[in-house]
């Protein structure tokens, strides 16, 4: 999987690539203040403040779609796994996935430190279709 999703990413970016656009944010006006003591008032002066620059890469929606087809287009459908249990989690013997299993009923992830994960069925647990 991890090999297709590889794959995927590297036809996403080149069928749309990085578009970066430098944009900016409108400024900001603050007005002044209008100080008074023991009757004798002022005003501080108004400002303005920059709104600020930023980059939006224009292609980022339309790169995820594109990877989404394609990882599709290879037979894989996205899926939510669950948390295992603290219980699954130490009884489980440590090891990454290679080959994804048939997903059940009580199937579970486990995310290690590593940026590795492993898809647990539990011992006695009903497949799904």
Do not use: H
Not at 89 to 107: F, H, M, V, W
Request: hydrophobic share 30%; net charge positive; with cysteine.
């Amino acid at each position: 999987m991890q090999n297709d999703q590889i794959n995927c990413e590297v036809r996403a970016l080149k069928d749309a690539p990085v578009a970066n656009q430098v944009r900016q944010r409108p400024p900001v006006y603050f007005p002044g203040t209008r100080y008074c003591t023991a009757g004798r008032c002022s005003v501080s002066p108004g400002y303005w403040a920059s709104g600020g620059i930023y980059t939006v890469d224009v292609n980022a929606d339309l790169r995820g779609r594109v990877q989404d087809q394609c990882m599709a287009q290879k037979g894989y459908q996205p899926v939510s796994v669950p948390r295992c249990s603290g219980a699954v989690i130490r009884a489980a013997t440590p090891q990454p996935t290679r080959t994804l299993p048939k997903l059940t009923e009580n199937t579970c992830a486990i995310r290690y430190d590593d940026g590795n994960w492993q898809i647990v069925n539990p011992i006695g647990t009903k497949t799904t279709e």
